[in-house]
């Protein structure tokens, strides 16, 4: 089993940059996609950002592409989401997420492991 921990939330102003941190147990890691979700008040959690089990392949929802940068560092068991020119549409709790295909997978119905999430503020 997989345990995800999230961390790098806060608080921060349009425009600003934020890098959010994933730490994950086991030693199999390397072998899962990885994906970030959010989830905004009122509001379905939706996809954001997805890597392969070697990070080599990466995909991104239309509205952060150009901004957020998913990476992964499998020797630290560690999946990372840069996010730059923040916008208050951002604002959410993010959410890290592991599946056992090494397959990039974009529904929510395929990841098997979830992190406890963080919040992500953004003023305008």
């Known amino acids: 089993q997989v345990q995800l921990v999230e961390s790098g939330g806060g608080l921060v102003q349009a425009g600003d940059s934020l890098r959010l941190s994933c730490a994950a147990s086991?030693?199999?890691?390397?072998?899962?996609?990885m994906g970030w979700f959010r989830q905004a008040p009122g509001k379905e959690r939706e996809f954001v950002a997805a890597?392969?089990?070697?990070?080599?392949?990466?995909y991104y929802a239309d509205s952060v592409k150009g901004r957020f940068t998913i990476s992964r560092d499998n020797a630290k068991n560690t999946v990372y989401l840069q996010m730059n020119s923040l916008k208050p549409e951002d604002m959410a709790v993010y959410y890290c997420?592991?599946?056992?295909?090494?397959?990039?997978?974009?529904?929510?119905?395929?990841?098997?492991?979830w992190g406890q999430g963080t919040q992500v503020t953004v003023s305008s």
């Open positions: 997420a592991a599946t056992t295909n090494r397959n990039i997978v974009v529904s929510m119905r395929f990841y098997d492991y």
């Open positions: 086991g030693r199999t890691f390397s072998s899962y996609a």
């Open positions: 890597i392969n089990w070697s990070g080599g392949r990466t």
